[in-house]
């Protein structure tokens, strides 16, 4: 018992399986930006050594900061998305799930969110204080249109359990469309990519919340950042595109995963970033409509028993 | 509470030294400061140790973006100092290299103004098109920066009937990948949001701070020295001034891209134009005691060069003024009020002109090659991807 429990965690589906993943889906991104952008892109694993380089490196504490969070924080969005990835593969291909499971994975999906926003505060750093300040706003702004699109695709599947999408595209009606595409922005913004990345834009505020941290910490970030590239996808994937199972299925999941991650590597690279408020305007007045529209459609679809509506 | 948010002189959004304070409440930007000097290299006083016929290859290294400019400014100075004639041939050479290197300066800024705003495909399909461009001025003047091809009275060297017409289909496709960049840009929601209405500099402002260049003209005020002071063959070419009136950052980007169509359109002109035989160098005796100035519209704007002579072969004073040094202090009007996401790119909208541009060549485990050989290789390869004639000098080499 202890040691299954021991391999979940640690390998499949736990650490190693997500990093692995997450390595060759950040290769993947910055493959595909490269192609799009006439570069020639990193080999496979570069990646990885960027991980493994900072974990060989020194960390540097800064002074006037609040030493505990600064310490803690980096570790909450890898835990996080661990538990949350755990949850997400084993209820596909075993069919392991419980009552609620989809509340407690969007729950800790807002792990990551709020290690960067600790982190940053903890620095004592004008412009990582800024950069935590715009990931919040930014949290605040793509939360609401994500939970109503999860909300419309819990009632169109019909259950609060991730077994209950297993097999059952969502999407594959007018209010399950809706609510993906406006999940879809949600999860460009959460994981961090042009044209949501006001919190890092290097380019205003050299990195943010992160601007402070070095060495094994800042892997830690990175990290969190590896796993979300798999955990996010695959979440949109298996409450919207009807998950993946064992055998072919998971090959035909891989294969949805995929084209999703493909759908945010091009959003990514057609788009400038935007403005603090300009995100919030966008996911408050566009994207939560969207996810209402689909909701209320989902609602009556199913009052009036229509499965396409 | 005001914070000071300090942008450099270490930053990514720069490529050179440079420190911009950046005063916020919240994240509003109440006030601006820039502090300049981190590259100073003593260029004036170098100038005064030089002949007039070496100082031209100075001046071309206070920027690697501009270098055809300062060089041009000078010689315009000295010319109007000793009332030096120019033959028709070189200001065709002269204006055939200005306009070149509006275009690839233009682009140069494009890519950067999108990458500043995190738009990385523009920048990098930007400078892809650049590449082109300066491709062909290698392909004209041996060199893809520092041309070496101003001298007082003069350029250094011919340009061949067939490089100009070998430069006519790479121009042709620059020309429409220019247009749907144009397109691209103006035509993209995103960047409207991110780009119109902010930095707004109001023509008053403009007038009262002495901006230049594509700065001034995207207030609405057509200030253009190849229209006001007319040198080269400017007098004799098709085009017009690029003005926008909003004043605002997408009219900067608007006036820069327009420019660089209205430059591709000169480059022909002066290809079919062009006379193949005459002199190319009015060979100049000497500079008499006096003084000259010269205004050449640089890609950023107005460079303005200052020489004095006293009859010697020295210039006694040379000053240097870039355009950049007047359109520093529109910050004060445009950044002020901004939030501090918009204040980078309206830093970098008036295109500051770092020095910069430095091309670099890795020979590592190859130290038997010798530079000026590789570099007349490449040329030579190059004219042969274009389908250009080899000169005989090159086809000695290749023996």
Sequence with gaps: ?309 | MATTIPIGPYHPLQEEPEHYLLTVEEEEVIDVDVQIGYNHRGIEKLSEEKTFNQVPFLVERVCGICSHSHPYAYCLAVEDCGDIEVPERAKYIRTLIGELERIHSHLLWAGLAGHFIGYDTVFMWAWKYREDVLDLLELLTGNRNAYAMMKPGGVQREIKREDLEGARPTLQTLKEKSEMLYNAILDDPVLKARLEGVGVLPEEDARAFGALGPTSRASGIPADARADFPYGMYEELDWQVITREAGDTLARVEVRLLETLESIKMTEQIIDEMPDEGSIDSEPENVPAGEGIGNYEAPRGECFHYVQSDGSNRPVRHKIRAPTFMNFPTYKSTCVGETVADATIILASVDPCYSCTERAISLKGREDVDLLELSEKKTADLKEELGVNKSPLEEVLDE
């Design chain 1, 1 to 309: 018992m202890v040691g299954s429990l021991v391999f979940d965690f640690f390998v499949f589906p736990g650490l190693l399986f997500t990093l692995a993943v997450g390595i060759l889906a950040s290769w993947v991104v910055r493959k595909v930006s490269a192609l799009i952008q006439w570069r020639v892109g990193p080999p496979l694993l570069q990646p990885a050594y960027d991980i493994a380089k900072l974990f060989g490196k020194e960390n540097i504490i800064p002074e006037g900061g609040a030493e505990w969070s600064y310490l803690i924080a980096p570790l909450l969005g890898p835990a996080g998305l661990l538990l949350a990835s755990i949850i997400l593969i084993k209820s596909n291909y075993l069919g392991t799930s419980f009552i609620g499971d989809v509340i407690v994975v969007l729950y800790l999906l807002v792990l990551p969110a709020l290690s960067v926003i600790l982190g940053g505060m903890a620095t004592g750093n004008s412009l990582s204080a800024m950069g935590s300040n715009r990931e919040l706003r930014l949290m605040i702004a793509y939360e609401l249109p994500l939970l109503l699109s999860i909300t419309a695709a819990i009632v169109k599947a019909g259950g609060l359990k991730l077994a209950t999408f297993t097999g059952q595209p969502v999407a594959a009606s007018i209010s399950g469309a809706l609510g993906f595409i406006a999940a879809l922005l949600c999860i460009q913004a959460e994981l961090g990519f042009i044209p949501f990345d006001t919190p890092e834009a290097e380019t205003e505020l050299m990195g943010g919340p992160l601007i402070e941290y070095s060495g094994p910490l800042l892997g830690l970030y990175k990290i969190s950042h590896l796993m979300a590239l798999l955990v996010l996808p695959l979440f949109l994937v298996t409450v919207f595109l009807g998950g993946f199972s064992t055998g072919w299925g998971a090959l035909w999941g891989a294969i949805k995963y995929v084209l999703v991650l493909v759908g945010i590597i091009l959003i990514k690279n057609t788009n400038p970033r935007l403005r603090s408020d300009q995100a919030l305007k966008f996911f408050w007045y566009g994207a939560a409509p969207l996810g209402l529209l689909a909701l209320i459609l989902a609602v009556v679809g199913d009052l009036i028993g229509m499965g396409w509506v």
